[in-house]
């Protein structure tokens, strides 16, 4: 029997009824790398060791989307039109990024995922678009994307595209050695990008939510490609995002 591919992926934190603290995330999230024929596992704890461990048995991380990334991480003051954070996640995210990176291993993310990515490898946010940019990026929506010529995402998807929009930050600062793969707004946001050596790959928008069983996003193309892409990054199958 082949040896299955396996992805850690992140959880949030919210409070139960009982005042517990509770991991949580969507089923979605899973099941999109499930269909490509991958296991899932869940991080559960920002131990530096269990990191490690964990990176040695994985073949990727997968971060997903969730609340706003603390600016405190990059070196700004928080505003109150940014909306809630999550201390515990920031700290989880930040010891397996850095692990994994370490090991050079791929990483995936998904928009909290593509901000966090970006803010870690030295970039920084817009708190809240509609109030830093002056534009009117409504969430919860589905507009269009200009994908870059040559790129994977051009490769699978052609050259524009529909996608859904979650989001009310956005990259202020683009870290170095990433490169933009995607656009909207004319060119003012940054929709996905990825590493000019590291098998890094990030996007803004919720692909989760446009294939599998429980699509959500009847518009634009069935994002399966982009998670069976990310597999062959984990098992060596491609060498290259370009």
């Given at each position: 029997m082949n040896r299955k591919p396996i992805i850690c992926m992140t959880t949030a934190t919210d409070t139960a009824p009982?005042?517990?603290t509770r991991l949580v995330t969507y089923r979605n999230y899973a099941h999109a790398f499930i269909d490509q024929g991958a296991i899932v596992l869940c991080v559960c704890d920002a131990d530096p060791d269990s990191a490690r461990q964990l990176c040695e048995v994985c073949d990727g991380l997968f971060l997903t989307g969730g609340v706003d990334v603390s600016p405190s991480l990059y070196h700004t003051e928080i505003q109150s039109y940014c909306g809630a954070t999550d201390p515990w996640r920031d700290q989880v995210e930040s010891v397996y990024i850095k692990t994994f990176l370490q090991a050079g291993k791929p990483i995936f993310g998904i928009c909290r995922g593509f901000q966090m990515l970006n803010v870690m490898l030295g970039g920084s946010?817009?708190?809240?678009?509609?109030?830093?940019m002056g534009l009117q990026h409504t969430y919860n929506s589905v507009h269009s994307v200009t994908l870059s010529g040559g790129s994977v995402l051009d490769t699978l998807f052609g050259s524009c595209i529909c996608v859904n929009s979650f989001h009310h930050q956005a990259i202020r600062t683009l870290a170095p050695d990433l490169i933009p793969l995607a656009f909207s707004e004319d060119g003012a946001i940054v929709e996905a990008f990825h590493h000019t050596v590291l098998p890094i790959l990030a996007v803004q928008w919720h692909p989760e939510r446009m294939t599998g069983e429980e699509r959500m996003t009847p518009e634009g193309?069935?994002?399966?490609?982009l998670f069976h892409h990310f597999i062959s990054l984990c098992t060596k199958k491609e060498?290259?995002?370009l």
């Open positions: 009982d005042s517990l946010l817009y708190q809240d678009i509609p109030s830093e193309p069935d994002m399966a490609p060498s290259t995002f």
